[in-house]
C-alpha cells in the first residue's frame, strides 16, 4: 500500500503565502517561484484567506510558524480508521522536530530590521540587478539575521560569477580545470560559522549551501536539516537537500530524519524530485503525484504536472510522458521548465513536425535559454545535422556550465560523428557537473568502445549500472565487453542479469546467450536459449495476428514469422539429430517449417528433414523388429 499523502490545510497555505515573500527578500527567486506557483494551484476556495485571519497583520519579513507535528491519528466517530503510511519509516527519535523549536522571529530581530529597512531596500535592489558586488557592498553594515544572510549571499554570488567568467576566458584550453572554481568559498564559510545568529534558517541554508560546494556533505546534509526544522517552505534548502543524495538508498534513510511526518506533501515533492534527479522514480513516485495533483492538494499545478511528466519518462512510458506534456503546454503556452525533457521524449519518439514546431516557437520565445538551445540541438540532431546540433549544445552549457543534459548530447553528437575524443571530452564535463547521472558514464563506456578499448568502456559501463542497477542497456554494455575481451563467462553472467529485467518477448539478448554458450561447447544450454527465441518468436506472430478458426488456420499462422527463428530452429533440430536420444519428431517439425519458408536456411532445411526422416523410420524399424522378436520368444 503506497503513503496517504497530507491534505493541505489553512495553516499550510498561510504558510506558503507567507514563503512567497520571505524568499523573494533574500534573493532567493526560483524558491519564491516555486512556492508562488504552488500557491496559485490551489483551488480557490482553498486559497482564500480564513476568516479568523482577515484581521491579523502578518510583517513579510517574519518566516511562517512551521506547521507542528499532528498528533497520532484517532478513528472517526464512524468508527473508520484513517489509512496508515507505509511507504516511509517511522520518524528517527533523534530527527530535529520543527514543533520542538519556536520559529517566530524574536522582536529584537524584528526592530533591527526595521531600522535597517531602507538600507535592506538598496541593498535588494542592487541584487536584482544582478550587481552582487554592490548589493554586498551597500548590506556590508547591516546587523540583522536579514542583512547578514543577503550580505553573504551577494558575495558568494558575486565571486561565482568572477569564478565563471575567469573559468569561461579558459575555453577549450588545456589549463582550463573541469568546473569554474570559486577560491573564497572557505572564506566565505567562516565568515558565516562566525555569526552570533547561529540558529536564523536562513543563515542555516548559506552554510549548508558553502558545505556542499566544499565537498563537506555530511556537516551540509546537518544543516540543511536544522533550516528545514526553523523553517520548512524554503524549496532551495529542499532542492539543496536533494542534490546531497547520493542514492536511493541513501534517500530512503535520510526520510525520517526530515523534520516533519511522512505523510506532510513536502516529503512527497522531495522525494519524487530528487529519485528523478537520480533517474530511479518507480509506480510509487507516479502514484505519489497523481494524489498531490487531486482535489485536496494541488489540482492545478504545473510544477507537480511537470514532476509527473518526468516520472513517465525515466519509466520509459513515453506516450503517456508526451501527453502530460501537452496537457501542460495548453495550460501555459509559454512555459520553459523541462522543455528540454519534452525535446528528448519527441526525439526518441521520432516525432519530427512537433519538435520543429516546438523548436520554432521556443527560439523566438526565449533563445538565450539553456533548455531551448537543448530544444533546437535535439531538433537539428532528429534531422542529422549533427554540427549544428552541437552548436546549439555548446550554446547552452556556456549559458549555464552544470547543465548536464547539454554536455551529454554533446557527447552523443559527436559519437555519431565518430569523432570518440571529443565525445570523451563532452562525458567528462558531464561527469565533473554530475557523478550521480548513470548517462555520462554510459557514453563515456560507448566512446572507449568505439576505440576498441573494451577495458576502459567496460570501466565505465560498471560505474553506470551501478548508479541504475535495472537498465538492461547496461547490462548488455558490459556483457558486450567482456565478450569482446574474451571473458565469455562473465559475459554470460550479465547478460543472465540483463534477461532478468528484459522485456518478456525480448530474443536478443537470448540469441547473445545461445552463441557463447555454444562458443564455451555447451550445446545444451545453447538449445535452451535457441528454444526460447522460437517459442517467443511464434508466440509475437501469434499475437499479431486475428485469433485463428481452425487448426489449419493456426499453422498458417504459426509458418509466417520462420524466417525470424529458422537458424534457431536448424541449431535445436541438429541438436536433436546429432544427439543420442534425441527429439526427432520436434527436429522434423521444425525442419519442415523452414524447409518451406523463404529464409536463407530453407535448402539446408530440406536436405536435413530428409536425414531426419529417415533416421525417425529407422527407429522405427528397429521398434517393430523388437517387438516381433519378443513376440516369437
Known sequence: MSATVMTIDGEMIDDLRKA??????????????????????????????????????????????????????????????????????????????ASAVDSRVPPEEL?????????????????????????????????SAKGRFLWLYSQYLAHEKTALRDWNKLDMDRSQPAVPVNSNLLTLYDTATSFKKATDPWLLFLRGLLLYRLNRREEAIECTLLSLQRYLWNWSAWDLLSNLVNDGEELFSLLPLLPIPSTHPLVHLFQIRTLNALHQPSENELGLCDRLLGPDNFPKSLWIMSLRANVLYHLHDFPAAEQQFEKILKIDPCRIDDIDVYSNILYVTENRLTLSKLAHDFLALDKDRPEVCCLVGNHYSLRAEHEKAIRYFRRATQLDRTYLSAWTLMGHEYVEMKNSHAAIEAYRRAVDVNRKDYRAWYGLGQAYELLNMHQYALHYYQHATALRPYDVRLWQAQGASYQEMGRLREAVKCLERALLGADANEIAIALKLAGIHHDLDETSDAVTYHRRVIDISRAMRMSSFHIPTSPSDDDKLADKPVAEWARSAMYVAQYHYMSDGGDLELARDLLEKVAVSNSEDADSAADLVKKVKGAIGRKEGEGVKEESSSVEM
Open 20 to 97: 512567497i515573500n520571505d524568499c523573494a527578500d533574500r534573493g532567493l527567486q526560483h524558491a519564491s517561484k516555486w512556492a508562488a506557483e504552488l500557491l496559485a494551484a490551489l483551488s480557490p476556495t482553498k486559497r482564500r484567506p480564513r476568516q479568523d485571519l482577515l484581521s491579523f497583520v502578518s510583517v513579510s519579513s517574519t518566516p511562517a510558524r512551521t506547521a507542528p507535528v499532528p498528533a497520532p491519528a484517532v478513528a472517526p466517530s464512524g468508527g473508520a480508521s484513517l489509512p496508515s503510511a507505509t511507504s516511509f519509516p517511522p520518524s528517527h527519535p533523534d530527527a530535529p522536530l
Open 111 to 143: 526592530a533591527l530590521e526595521f531600522d535597517e529597512e531602507d538600507v535592506l531596500s538598496a541593498g535588494m535592489a542592487h541584487f536584482r540587478c544582478r550587481e552582487f558586488a554592490r548589493a554586498a557592498h551597500a548590506l556590508s553594515a547591516c546587523s
